[in-house]
């Protein structure tokens, strides 16, 4: 088979351009994080089953690979798209949505548990930290980012909000 094949040049005419701006590195990337993305909701939705602590970290591994995701959207270290922001914000809305419920009596005290105690002396705070967590991921579903631009202001709210909620409620390493 040599140049003028037309098997070959069938196949060259066929396939479809890929834009110069997003390079392989960049759409490998990207769909590194729609994976791990996806995996991750899964694990943080399936694994912990009684152990509350298990369960814990996996939400927020879970919330953190989301935000890692729609952090690189937002820097322009991978392409931004619609679809990948909103099963990421999705994704922090639903372990924000059942969080609270992973702080039963007595599971500050397990091994390997990040989780202050301020959590079990101040469990309104902390429920009320959650309940904001939760309603800034719904408004930025609802406002569905359309740019990596509309997302820079959504990820400092849902940012800092995570933020606030380790200093507050969180043991640091």
């Known amino acids: 088979m040599g ?3 037309p098997a070959i ?8 351009a ?16 729609t994976a791990t993305l996806t995996a991750g909701a899964a694990l943080a939705a399936s694994h912990g089953g009684d152990d509350p602590i298990a369960t ?3 939400g927020m591994q ?10 690189g959207m937002a820097k322009g270290e991978v392409p931004f798209n619609d679809k990948q922001a ?5 994704t922090m809305n639903y372990v924000f949505t059942t969080f609270g419920a992973h702080f039963p009596e007595g599971s500050d005290m397990g091994a390997n548990t990040t989780a202050a105690p301020k959590i079990w002396e101040d469990m309104e705070g902390f429920m ?17 980012p359309a740019s990596a631009e509309a997302l820079g202001p959504i990820l400092g709210s849902v940012g800092g909000n995570c933020k606030s909620c380790h200093e507050a409620f969180r043991v640091s390493n």
């Not at 890929?18 to 994080?33: C, F, G, H, Q, T």
């Not at 009320?128 to 569905?144: G, L, N, R, Y």
């Open 3 to 5: 140049r003028n094949c």
């Open 9 to 16: 040049e069938q196949t060259r005419l066929a396939a479809p």
């Open 18 to 33: 890929v834009p110069r701006e997003y390079d392989m590195k960049k759409l490998v990337i990207a769909s590194i994080l």
């Open 56 to 58: 814990r970290k996996n």
């Open 62 to 71: 879970g919330v953190g690979l989301a935000m890692g995701a729609l952090a």
């Open 86 to 90: 909103l099963a990421a914000l999705k």
């Open 128 to 144: 009320a930290a959650i309940d904001k967590a939760k309603m800034d991921t719904a408004a930025a579903i609802e406002a569905a």
